[in-house]
Structure formats: structure tokens, C-alpha cells
T-cell receptor, first 112, second 115 residues
Framework: QKEVEQNSGPLSVPEGAIASLNCTYS??????FFWYRQYSGKSPELIMF????GDKEDGRFTAQLNKASQYVSLLIRDSQPSDSATYLC????????????FGSGTRLSIRP | DAGVIQSPRHEVTEMGQEVTLRCKPI?????LFWYRQTMMRGLELLIY????????DSGMPEDRFSAKMPNASFSTLKIQPSEPRDSAVYFC?????????????FGPGTRLTVL
């Protein structure tokens, strides 16, 4: 079992709709959760991070965390063609020496 | 402010040659990470440093790979000898702290092709 699992996609969503990206992780001690966006040929860039159970909203993006279910998701409202990219889920343990583990990413395509 | 700087951006070499990738982290960041990304394996952490000291090198694939961080503003990743299976994009990232709240800032990457 991979430590951080994501559906590779591609996930195709019509423009203006809500895109829902999901991620599960195996380490119950994980404390920090990140979503990165990576455009083709570019480097990953951080979109959001979340530490506490529940929802965290930032503009059109909402991260949701459920530690009991070991599940984290990213919702993108009013999807735009510019949101088409690969989204990487990343998880980090509690200690400062813990490394961040990345999922393999979900490819999202927003169709006009 | 300048972001993470990597050089070269592209490297094409022949099997058996030595390859050296370079990274300059964001000034003031005290953690530095080297990643490798391929279609098959995704983004893999190779090694990371905190305050110039290697903390975890368990991701380094084999002895052919070595990394150094002689000072806070420079790091190298060396592959000797290189093999075709080392072809990948290598990213360097830096972070302002080693705590749980760290956010990593990635460089543009070095695309390595080993023929």
C-alpha cells in the first residue's frame, strides 16, 4: 500500500462546475497536509495546507480533512480552464524530522 | 525575491558520465530538499538537509548518488556514473523551517537525459 494514494485521473470537469480531488494516507500520525498544483513542464506550487479536521477555504479552493478516515480532499469551485493541471497531495508527520510524502497526483482537465 | 535557483535547466549526457546538479535555496530558508520526478514513480524525495546537515537520505537510490550542502546557499546532487534509468526531472525545494508548518518552494527543475 502506498503511503499517500490518489486517483491518477484524468478527471474531466466542465467549466464552472466543482472539481473534487481526493487523497488517502496510511500514517495515522500525520499532522500536516498539503495540496500542490503542477502545470505540465513546470514545478509544483503550493495551493493550500491544512492541519485541523474540517474545512479550510481560500478563494475558490476548499481543503477538507478527516483524520479519522485518513482522508483529505480539495474542492475547486467555479472551475476554470486554467485549473487544468496535476494536483499533488502531500502529507507530513508530526516531528520536525518527518519528511513530506507526495502522492502520484491527479490530472484534472477542465473542459470549456 | 528570487526563488529557488537550479542549474542547469537541461542536461543531456552519456551513460557513465558524471552529472552535477546545482541548487541555490531561497535566502533565509534552512531546509533543502532534492526530489526526482518520473512518470512511472511520481515525485520522490531523495534527500533533505536542515541547517546544512543531511537529515534523511533514505531516498537516495544507490551509491552512485551523492548530495552535499557546504553552506546555507548552495547544494549539489551528483550522479556518478550516470545510467539511462536516471533520466528524470530533478527538483530542488527549500523551506523556511523544519517544523510541521513548513511549506516547500520548488525550483524550476533540471531535466536530465542520460543516453
Amino acid at each position: 500500500q502506498k503511503e499517500v494514494e490518489q486517483n491518477s485521473g484524468p478527471l474531466s470537469v466542465p467549466e464552472g462546475a466543482i472539481a473534487s480531488l481526493n487523497c488517502t494516507y496510511s500514517d495515522r500520525g500525520s499532522q500536516s497536509f498539503f495540496w500542490y498544483r503542477q502545470y505540465s513542464g513546470k514545478s509544483p506550487e503550493l495551493i493550500m495546507f491544512i492541519y485541523s479536521n474540517g474545512d479550510k477555504e481560500d478563494g475558490r479552493f476548499t481543503a477538507q480533512l478527516n483524520k479519522a478516515s485518513q482522508y483529505v480532499s480539495l474542492l475547486i469551485r467555479d472551475s476554470q480552464p486554467s485549473d487544468s493541471a496535476t494536483y499533488l497531495c502531500a502529507v507530513k508527520g508530526y516531528s520536525s524530522a518527518s519528511k513530506i510524502i507526495f502522492g502520484s497526483g491527479t490530472r484534472l482537465s477542465i473542459r470549456p | 525575491d528570487a526563488g529557488v535557483i537550479q542549474s542547469p535547466r537541461h542536461e543531456v549526457t552519456e551513460m557513465g558520465q558524471e552529472v552535477t546538479l546545482r541548487c541555490k535555496p531561497i535566502s533565509g530558508h534552512n531546509s533543502l530538499f532534492w526530489y526526482r520526478q518520473t512518470m512511472m514513480r511520481g515525485l520522490e524525495l531523495l534527500i533533505y538537509f536542515n541547517n546544512n546537515v543531511p537529515i534523511d537520505d533514505s531516498g537516495m537510490p544507490e551509491d552512485r548518488f551523492s548530495a552535499k550542502m557546504p553552506n546555507a546557499s548552495f547544494s549539489t546532487l551528483k550522479i556518478q556514473p550516470s545510467e539511462p534509468r536516471d533520466s528524470a526531472v530533478y527538483f530542488c525545494a527549500s523551506s523556511p523551517s523544519g517544523g510541521a508548518a513548513d511549506t516547500q518552494y520548488f525550483g524550476p527543475g533540471t531535466r536530465l537525459t542520460v543516453l
